[in-house]
């Protein structure tokens, strides 16, 4: 808080009086980042799409300074910046329907597949090695994690009940 009053050249109780604790500014933080005009990509065929849309994770994801990952770990801190994250990811995922309905359009997937769930699993392991593990970002990742979702959504795993 201390860091953000200096910046905007403001004594720290403005702050605090704006925000009342670090989990104010960031649920401030995050549903700004909600108010964009952001799409997924197109690139005409599932796995491509869902490759484009890892990439951008891995590189907000290895961006320096980590503010993603901030934003995450924060939100294990403060309810206001949980509840803020979720909505965010909730549009997110939402935004990324189109790629399911595209792909079930261009016959690359069945009827009745599960946009969530396909999204989920294609998405997963980035969280999972960049945000659990830590690894570095490898370069393969992204392809790879939208390949096996691809290829599980074409065999109809994310489609009927759990």
Same mark, same amino acid.
């Given at each position: 808080?201390?860091?953000?009053?200096?910046?905007?050249?403001? +004594?720290?109780? =403005?702050?605090?009086?704006?925000?009342?604790?670090?989990?104010? !500014?960031?649920?401030?933080?995050?549903?700004?980042?909600?108010?964009?005009?952001?799409?997924?990509?197109?690139?005409?065929?599932?796995?491509?799409?869902?490759?484009?849309?890892?990439?951008?994770?891995?590189?907000?994801?290895?961006?320096?300074?980590?503010?993603?990952?901030?934003?995450?770990?924060?939100?294990?801190?403060?309810?206001?910046?949980?509840?803020?994250?979720?909505?965010?990811?909730?549009?997110?995922?939402?935004?990324?329907?189109?790629?399911?309905?595209?792909?079930?359009?261009?016959?690359?997937?069945?009827?009745?597949?599960?946009?969530?769930? !396909?999204?989920?699993?294609?998405?997963?392991?980035?969280? +999972?090695?960049?945000?659990?593990?830590? =690894?570095?970002?490898?370069?393969? !990742?992204?392809?790879?994690?939208?390949?096996?979702?691809?290829?599980?959504?074409?065999?109809?795993?994310? =489609?009927?009940?759990?």
């Amino acid at each position: 808080m201390e860091a953000v009053a200096a910046r905007a050249g403001v +004594h720290r109780a =403005t702050v605090y009086r704006r925000w009342g604790d670090v989990g104010g !500014l960031l649920a401030d933080v995050l549903d700004a980042a909600g108010d964009d005009d952001w799409r997924p990509p197109d690139t005409g065929s599932l796995e491509g799409d869902l490759a484009a849309l890892n990439e951008e994770i891995q590189t907000a994801m290895a961006a320096e300074p980590p503010i993603m990952a901030a934003l995450i770990a924060a939100s294990f801190r403060s309810g206001k910046a949980a509840r803020a994250q979720r909505r965010l990811w909730e549009d997110r995922y939402t935004r990324c329907e189109i790629v399911v309905g595209r792909a079930v359009r261009r016959g690359e997937l069945p009827p009745g597949t599960d946009a969530r769930r !396909l999204l989920v699993a294609a998405t997963a392991p980035l969280y +999972h090695e960049l945000v659990l593990l830590r =690894t570095p970002p490898d370069p393969r !990742l992204p392809g790879q994690a939208a390949r096996a979702a691809a290829l599980a959504a074409a065999a109809g795993a994310f =489609t009927g009940p759990l």
